[in-house]
């Protein structure tokens, strides 16, 4: 079997009152992201690239917001449920690589954490995990602060 490559890109606007959670990890910021599931962007990501690679379709196929099960869902468990897919297919992660646009808060001291939860959901190790922050320059919904953009490209290759 081929190596296999995915993309993903999801974003969610902050809303007050709610636990900022990026990667799995929750992040101290006056606001969260609003979503029918816990709103984490970057897993999102993931999980799409990850069933892009595998050819299984979009996470909303999987996890639909109108299903009343993923309200207030931990994203982790669709990206844990979408490696187990790819897996079942008979691929392992490869390697993964993501990108999160944000003006703050700034992702930088959280990257180890984040790479190490990453890696967890998957089952890889965190050498397979690269995750950094970055900004629009204040452009956009990203530069105004509305909201917090990821994507994501995620490598399968066959084996366990
Ligand atoms: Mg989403």
Redesign the pocket.
């Known amino acids: 079997m081929p190596d296999r490559v995915g993309i993903g890109f ?1 974003a ?1 606007p902050f809303a007050a009152g709610r636990e900022l959670k990026l990667g799995g990890v929750a992040i101290p910021h006056p606001s969260g992201l609003e ?1 029918h599931s816990d709103g984490d ?1 970057l897993l ?1 990501a993931l999980t799409d690239a990850v069933l892009g690679a595998a050819g299984l379709g979009s996470i909303g196929d999987h996890f639909p917001p109108s299903d009343p099960r993923w309200k207030g869902a931990d994203s982790a468990t669709f990206l844990g449920k979408a490696a187990e897919l790819a897996r079942g297919r008979g691929y392992s992660i490869g390697n993964v690589d993501a990108v999160v646009v944000a003006e703050a808060p700034k992702l930088a001291p959280h990257v180890p954490a984040i790479r190490a939860r990453i890696a967890g959901i998957l089952g890889t190790s965190a050498d397979a995990v690269s995750v950094r922050g970055t900004s629009a320059n204040g452009l956009g919904f990203t530069g105004r602060k509305d909201g917090v953009a990821a994507m994501a490209v995620v490598l399968l290759t066959a084996g366990a």
């Open positions: 999801d969610h979503g962007a999102h």
